[in-house]
């Protein structure tokens, strides 16, 4: 028998991950019209943008005007590297901040542009006002089982930062297979790990699909305890700095899976999928995940 929860959570991120690594800059406007067909699906946490510098991820430069335009109900999220960040996100009225770290140093530096020591030294700084001013505050761990540069990651220099940062108070761990090579096995132990070790964090799981492994790894992260999942309408996303890694695990297809297995998200697939009809159109990827081609051809 299968161990499985009655419901997840469902955090959306295709307007971040999804966009900020697409070569078209997506006009404003339609990520705005994106955002709000999917809140009109039943997404109550998403990841919105970025504060981070325009000079290195030009397609989130429209942060400000994105969070002013739109409705922040659930948790919307926006991500900050930095301190820098942070005063923006905050000065824009944000109460739910996403900072992001990599396990491996390469990456990391690649990334934010800081070893990962000194990105955790400084958003140590970061986290305490964030806490302080009374947001939730949410830390992505990016490289958590594989780096493209330094290739698989010791599970316990993963741990250690999960448990770095949950010391310091942040109120929940979003832990990503940012290139996609995790299996279903490493899934389990790492998670079934976090969730012994760490009971007070809310836990999330975030999977690339490049190797058509992320269903799997949900699948597997779900009997290990987890029932929050990052995904991205459409199957969108990619981080500038980690080649190889193409689209997160698409929402529209894990909402399907857990409707099947009768695991209650408060997503509407269909609803979904006309969000996803909104962006297909702006951006340079053609769409091809197995819910989204089922509803084009009326099923
Ligand atoms: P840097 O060049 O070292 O920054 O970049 P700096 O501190 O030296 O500052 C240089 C300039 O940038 C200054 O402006 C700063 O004010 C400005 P200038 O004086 O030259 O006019 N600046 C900023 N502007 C706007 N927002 C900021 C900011 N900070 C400094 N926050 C920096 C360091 C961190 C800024 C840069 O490397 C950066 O923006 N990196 C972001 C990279 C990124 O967004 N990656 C994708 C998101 S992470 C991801 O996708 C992984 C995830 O999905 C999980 C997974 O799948 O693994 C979450
Ligand atoms: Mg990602």
């Not at 830390?139 to 448990?163: D, M, R, V």
């Not at 010391?167 to 761990?173: C, I, R, T, Y």
Request: proline share 4%; glycine share 8%.
């Amino acid at each position: 028998m299968f161990i499985l929860p009655n419901n997840v959570t469902i955090i959306e991120v295709g307007p971040r991950d999804g966009l900020q690594n697409d070569k078209k800059q997506v006009d404003t406007q339609h990520k705005l019209t994106f955002i709000r067909a999917l809140q009109g699906a039943g997404i109550t946490e998403m990841e919105l943008t970025s504060f981070v510098s325009p000079k290195w991820v030009p397609q989130m430069a429209d942060a400000k005007e994105i969070i002013a335009k739109t409705q922040h109900i659930g948790r919307q999220f926006v991500l900050a590297p930095n301190a820098k960040g942070a005063e923006l996100a905050l000065e824009a009225g944000v109460r739910s901040i996403a900072v992001f770290v990599g396990v491996s140093n390469s990456f990391n530096e690649k990334n934010i542009n800081r070893t990962t020591a000194k990105s955790m030294e400084a958003l140590q700084a970061v986290i305490a006002t964030l806490k302080a001013a009374g947001v939730f505050v949410r830390a992505c761990i990016s490289t958590a089982f594989y780096c493209p540069y330094e290739g698989k990651i010791n599970p316990e220099e993963t741990l250690a930062l999960c448990h770095w940062f949950a010391a310091f108070g942040v109120d929940e761990l979003s832990v990503a297979d940012t290139i996609g090579m995790a299996n279903p096995q490493e899934s389990y132990d790492l998670f079934k790990t976090l969730k012994e070790e760490l009971p007070n964090v809310l836990l999330t799981a975030h999977f690339h699909d490049t190797r058509k492994m992320a269903m799997a790894n949900i699948f597997a992260a779900l009997q290990a305890g987890i029932d929050r999942f990052d995904t991205s309408a459409g199957g969108l996303g990619g981080c500038p700095f980690a080649p190889g890694a193409t689209g997160n695990v698409a929402t529209e297809d894990v909402v399907h899976m857990l409707d099947t297995l009768g695991i209650q998200t408060g997503v509407d697939v269909k609803k979904v999928c006309e969000a996803v009809q909104v962006i297909a159109p702006y951006v340079s990827r053609s769409i091809d995940t197995g819910m989204y081609r089922l509803f084009l051809n009326g099923q």
